[in-house]
């Protein structure tokens, strides 16, 4: 039978400076929780307005932070899953899943600043092997999504390591430059070679399969849902390029599908891909993100762009007769696995 499988990961984190949290440039302050405490129960509200094939409403994977930042403030790794411990129980009690999201923010006192390390192998082992060891225990944790949707050998080696089995990161066919200094936004990524199936990482290519004679990891990558980005959208990519240079930027004319954003992709004909195929037993995934902190506020473009995609995606369903379902990141890998 076909089907499509819609996978909503939540990055649950400190609130954004642009949604009135810390700045990059304090060190020891304390952070504000609006996305957890405001954005968390507007989610679900929204999610619970709709039903995929089976009845369920839309499952949403809750990725919390628990990494050398939130120790380096409040002493433990994952002080945030302690302290709002009472809410992940009871998404946990509604069918959504508790899974990871390592920061991997690292402070320069030379730029007094908050940057993102994604080079000191050391540090950033170090870094992901206390957030995952002192993660509650009673979560079990199997899936991940990291940082800015990065990751390399030594992160992908690592959350393998650790026991995951699964994460969501990869953003197929994307690629960024890197930045020249360090600073807030020093950020990267690779995935141009990424295909959009989910697949076992080669260990000496995190973006690949193995090759016959590679060892493969045993953590299933699942790839973002990625769309191409409007004509007046690459331009403006193409001149911040040239504005700011130094700064770094992505490469392409790809974005990841954010279940909270402009419907670009939700809307157009572009969704029909995964609800149209020849093959008669098929199964196509449907993998989406949002932040918590982006959903609070009375009159929230976030909230209502999410609303409608869900809305989007169930009138894909109807119009091309294809069922789909909502799982939760360590379900969808289950079926892939079986
Ligand atoms: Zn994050």
Redesign the pocket.
């Known amino acids: 039978m076909k089907e499509v499988i819609v996978i909503i990961c939540c ?1 649950t ?1 400190p609130d954004q400076p642009q949604y009135g949290g810390l700045d990059y440039n304090v060190h020891f302050g304390k952070h504000t929780w609006k996305g957890i405490k405001e954005g968390i129960p507007k989610a679900k509200e929204v999610a619970n307005y709709i039903e995929d094939a089976e009845g369920h409403n839309a499952k949403i994977t809750w990725f919390l932070r628990s990494d050398d930042q939130i120790k380096e403030l409040y002493g433990d790794p994952a002080w945030m899953v302690r302290n709002f411990m009472g809410i992940w129980k009871e998404l946990g009690s509604q069918g959504d899943e508790i899974g990871w ?1 390592p ?1 991997l923010w690292r402070w320069n006192e030379s730029i007094k600043s908050w940057y993102p390390e994604l080079e000191d192998r050391i540090w950033i082992e170090n870094c992901m092997e206390e957030g995952y060891n002192r993660f509650p225990e009673e979560f079990k944790l199997t899936s991940s999504r990291m ?1 800015w949707n990065f990751h390399s050998n030594i992160t992908m080696n690592k959350v393998d390591e650790l026991g995951l089995k699964v994460d969501i990161s990869a953003m197929p066919g994307q690629k960024s430059i890197k930045p020249v200094n360090d600073s807030p936004d020093s950020l990267y990524y690779d995935w141009e070679i990424t295909k959009e199936p989910p697949y076992f990482p080669s260990q000496s290519d995190y973006r690949r399969e193995a090759d016959i004679n590679e060892r493969s990891l045993d953590i299933l990558e699942i790839p973002l849902t990625n769309f191409e980005i409007s004509l007046s959208w690459q331009i403006k990519r193409i001149l911040k390029r040239f504005l700011r240079p130094g700064r770094g930027y992505p490469l392409g004319k790809r974005n990841p599908a954010k279940i909270d954003d402009n419907p670009d992709f939700f809307r157009s004909c572009a969704i029909r891909k995964f609800f149209e195929s020849k093959e008669n037993n098929c199964r196509t995934f449907l993998v989406s993100y949002f932040h918590a902190d982006e959903l609070p506020g009375k009159d929230s473009l976030a909230s209502t762009y999410f609303e409608r995609n869900l809305k989007y995606i169930s009138e894909a369903s109807r119009n091309y007769g294809v069922p789909f379902r909502f799982l939760t990141a360590r379900e969808a890998a289950g079926e892939v696995i079986k």
């Open positions: 990055d984190e999201h920061h940082c």
